[in-house]
């Protein structure tokens, strides 16, 4: 069964930091872009970071660049990523995916090849 178990939500307040982790497994790690988006309800998907093992790509939202940094250990096929300086507007359910093109990420309505649960995050003002 493919498994992506996203953990390290919980509640900051603003400028704190956290750390996201999303162990995989069930599939080939190695031959998909690995990512994070986010959702609240009535809004449409963000996708907020990929990162390719292919070519080394990474990709950001305009709204976290110079903010969070997005990495993969594909000894332990895991990828994590590290928010700093959080904002309220950073609250939502971070989702780990996986998936063979990185244009599900940046695009919009196209379904992953694989997600998990989600974390919450809740950044308080």
């Known amino acids: 069964d493919v498994q992506l178990q996203a953990s390290g939500g919980g509640l900051v307040q603003t400028g704190g930091s956290l750390r996201l982790s999303c162990a995989a497994s069930g599939f080939p790690f190695n031959d998909y872009v690995m990512g994070w988006f986010r959702q609240d309800p009535d809004k449409e998907r963000e996708g907020v970071s990929y990162?390719?093992?292919?070519?080394?790509?990474?990709y950001y939202a305009d709204s976290v660049k110079g903010r969070f940094t997005i990495s993969r250990d594909n000894a332990k096929n895991t990828v994590y990523l590290q928010m700093n300086n959080l904002r309220p507007e950073d609250t939502s359910v971070y989702v780990c995916a996986a998936d063979r093109s990185p244009l599900t990420f940046t695009a919009r309505g196209f379904p992953y090849d694989y997600r998990g649960q989600g974390t919450l995050v809740t950044v308080s003002s």
């Open positions: 990162i390719s093992i292919t070519d080394g790509s990474t």
